[in-house]
């Protein structure tokens, strides 16, 4: 089958590989379209450590049940997605359905022992897939795991009718992010954003935007929103919007750190203990909170049409990546389609 193999940081190739097989208790899914999310390109340059060469990543995936292995009553056709956050099935953290917790957990897509969505044809447990309906445009199926991310971020924040919050980042994580407030009902949203393109798909996802160039970000957000924020989601996760965060926000605020740009941070402590602002770190989701989003998402909200930015084949993946590598300032989500 093809894949798209990270062959070296920096360098992407479409080769064939093994075809995987399902097991006892696993599907195989044929892939029609994964989206490349930012994890991925930072395992593309190789910033975050959570990659490496030889594998073939890939999680936000949507296609069709091709096959399944003993034990497993799946209809075969059928469009579906796959929660890539695969627990030991046994623990506490599983049984309580937060495998996010689980220490012997693997991603599907960060794991290197195991092809994963960027190739033609995936294996995962059947208790990860979720089935959607036939008549949903498959595309959104691709979009349920960063979805997914965004609605566990602002449950963790505990985002309700009460709240004024403030996204940092308004790329694809961050638009996910912001929907899961509205989702939650929260009374404003405003999402903090430098990049012109980033900012008009959020407003047109009906969302108050500010801009970086226009003045420190708290200050924006007190007059915009009469007052500071009482939730931030920070969807970059780097010094400076953790520093926006406590800037903006009310004393007592909850500040989620759902962005993943640097492994280390600079804080201010002072903000955190005097300010008795909440930290709060969001990792994945729970297969609940993926299990909601795939329902919502199944519902065809009409927000979910302006999120694409592009589809791409499987030959111009390793284009893309090095395109968007260079941050040229695609304000949606890009797909690769495999079939």
Known sequence: MKAVVLKEFG???????????????????RVRLTGICGSDLHGFTGTNGRRVPGQVMGHETVGVVESVGDGVDLPLGALATLNPVVGCGTCGACEAGTEQYCATKRVIGVDPTRTASFAEYVVAPAANVITLPATMPEEYGALIEPLAVGYHGARRGSVGPDDRVLVLGGGPIGQ???????????????????HEGRRALCRALGFEVIDLAAGPVGEQVTEL??????VALDAVGASATVADAFAATALGARVVLVGMAA????????AVSTGERSLIGAFTYTARDFAETARWVGGEPPQLADL????????????????????????????????
């Open 11 to 29: 360098t992407m190739a479409v080769e064939d590989v093994d075809t995987p097989t399902p097991g006892p208790g696993e599907i195989r899914l």
């Open 176 to 194: 996910a992010v912001a929907l899961a407030a509205q989702r939650l009902g929260a009374a404003r949203v405003v999402v903090s954003e430098p």
């Open 225 to 230: 929103l009469d007052g500071p924020a009482s």
């Open 263 to 270: 492994p280390r941070l600079e804080l201010d402590a002072f």
């Open 308 to 339: 694409v930015e592009r589809t791409v084949p499987v030959e111009r993946a390793p284009a893309q990546f090095t395109e968007l590598a260079a941050e040229l300032g695609v304000a949606g989500k890009v797909l690769v389609r495999f079939s």
